[in-house]
């Protein structure tokens, strides 16, 4: 992958249609192509790219910790964490650094390599940054890498947060452009695609990635991996999230996906962007370990670790244990 030029081909987010996907690397027409393939064909060769770029039936983990939770003045329709929805998440100022390491240690101890932090803004201010920097460092200093996801940055942050020892950045587009105005109305599509080129600039990996199940066609899915795929470079990490449904959120009780849509969008990932880890995020408790087994297949090889996202569940460790164990796959 060549390295940070920051320059993304797509900067139109609400004009992307096939007359202007021309001149992307991968046309939206092209990724809906994949997506309606048969089956056993998208996966076959979704796991034939698997191999030629990724050691097989080897899933990396990553360990999440909310640093600060809840209160949050943006309007995420699929988010407990707004402060405008009543869902029952109880508010947590920042967490203290001794908490945050003593959580490092453990997650470390039980086998993940890297530790991602998230705090509910729409964006840090310069305090927060001061304080997630000494996490970050005392992370680092663990041995593991670094993963934060604090919401958009403004120019000089990425820099601080890269001289800290940020390994990675996670700022989802979470849906197609074409869509997102119907899940969050509080920033607009250019504001993540700005993030997101702080990021790259400031020589930190990308992970970006979102979220599926929110009542998106699969057209609108297509229009989500376009996005993703058509950074230049594309991320290097790529977190597909399947909608966990809280009550109190707008999008609770939203019609739920087939499951096997979830697998066809992992194989659209695995596939338009091949040395990317794909992680499979969100959602895996809901999920049965077949439906997971077949998103391994399809090409994702990263997992979050640890019974708990951020507010939400997440299988116990000794499930994925057991879960490895029947697979015959191995962690790192
Ligand atoms: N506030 C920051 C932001 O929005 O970028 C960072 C934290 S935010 C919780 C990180 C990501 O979590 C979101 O971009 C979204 O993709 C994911 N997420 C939040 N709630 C979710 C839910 N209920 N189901 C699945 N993914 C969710
Ligand atoms: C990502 O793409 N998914 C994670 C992580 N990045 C920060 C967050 C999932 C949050 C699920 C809802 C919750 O636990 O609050
Ligand atoms: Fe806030 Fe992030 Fe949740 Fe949106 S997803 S409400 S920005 S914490």
């Not at 945050?100 to 840090?124: N, Y």
């Not at 452009?177 to 119907?182: D, G, L, M, V």
């Not at 020589?203 to 699969?218: L, Q, T």
């Amino acid at each position: 992958m060549s390295q940070p030029t920051a320059n993304f081909i797509e900067k139109q987010p609400n004009n992307i249609t096939d007359n202007v996907s021309d001149s992307l690397r991968w046309p939206i027409s092209q990724i809906q192509i994949l997506l309606d393939l048969p089956f056993n064909d998208l996966i076959y060769r979704a796991q034939t790219t698997h191999r030629q770029f990724h050691v097989a039936n080897e899933i990396q983990l990553s360990t999440l910790i909310s640093v600060k939770t809840g209160g949050c003045p943006e309007d995420c329709g699929y988010c407990p964490q707004a402060a405008r929805y009543h869902t029952g998440v109880d508010n947590q100022a920042m967490l203290s650094l001794e908490t945050v390491v003593t959580a490092a240690k453990a997650a470390k101890d039980q086998g993940a390599t890297r530790f991602c932090m998230g705090a509910a803004w729409r964006g840090p201010k310069q305090r927060d940054i001061d304080e997630v920097t000494g996490m970050i460092s005392a992370v680092k200093a663990l041995g593991l890498e670094t993963c934060a996801t604090l919401g958009m940055l403004k120019p000089g942050q990425a820099e601080q947060l890269s001289m800290a020892g940020l390994d990675y950045y996670n700022h989802n587009l979470d849906t197609a452009p074409e869509i997102y105005s119907e899940i969050i109305t509080t920033r607009d599509y250019q504001d993540r695609l700005d993030t997101l080129e702080e990021v790259r600039n400031a020589g930190i990996n990308v992970c970006c990635g979102g979220i599926v199940g929110m009542g998106e066609s699969r057209h609108a899915r297509a229009g989500l991996i376009a996005q993703l795929a058509n950074l230049d470079p594309y991320p290097e990490s790529v977190p597909i999230n399947h909608l966990v449904q809280v009550e109190g959120t707008p999008l609770y009780g939203t019609a739920v996906l087939d499951p096997l849509e979830f697998v066809r969008t992992i194989a659209a990932a695995r596939i338009t962007m091949p040395k990317a880890m794909v992680r499979l995020s969100a959602g895996r408790r809901e999920m049965s370990e077949s439906v997971q087994a077949l998103c391994f297949l399809a090409g994702a090889n990263s997992i979050f670790y640890g019974d708990k996202l951020l507010t939400t569940g997440n299988p116990e460790t000794e499930q994925d244990h057991a879960l490895f164990e029947k697979l015959g796959l191995r962690s790192r």
